[in-house]
């Protein structure tokens, strides 16, 4: 299982990126999708998650009201809106999935991507 996560890059406090993620070999609304993130020195976070039953999505509180989780079933990707960041934002996203649920826990999903990397700095 692939997966590729970009969109990462340096944005100033209060900015917006989008991040992106494909999946070539294998359809992403067949499974559940979430971001994950690492910020340095700290404990791997699980940051949005969306369903594949019915696209249905969390957050976690530390981002909800700014980050927004879609999927386009027909260019088979994910995005992650992210607005109004804040340096403590800054972080390494991955993009993972797991087979049928969205996990409370990084530990929970069995397919990971290579991670992009989102620094918010003025």
């Known amino acids: 299982v692939q997966l590729q996560a970009s969109g990462g890059g340096l944005v100033q406090p209060g900015g917006s990126l989008r991040l992106s993620c494909a999946a070539p070999r294998f359809r992403l609304d067949d499974h559940a999708v979430a971001w994950v993130r690492q910020a340095p020195g700290k404990e791997r976070e699980v940051v949005s998650c969306i369903t594949s039953s019915d696209g249905s999505t969390y957050y976690a509180d530390s981002v909800k009201g700014r980050f927004t989780f879609s999927r386009d079933n027909v260019k088979n990707t994910v995005y992650l809106q992210m607005t109004s960041l804040k340096p403590e934002d800054t972080a390494v996203y991955y993009c993972?999935?797991?087979?049928?649920?969205?996990?409370?826990?990084?530990?929970?999903?069995?397919?990971w991507g290579q991670g992009t990397e989102v620094t918010v700095s003025s």
């Open positions: 993972v999935a797991d087979p049928k649920y969205c996990g409370s826990s990084w530990s929970f999903y069995d397919y």
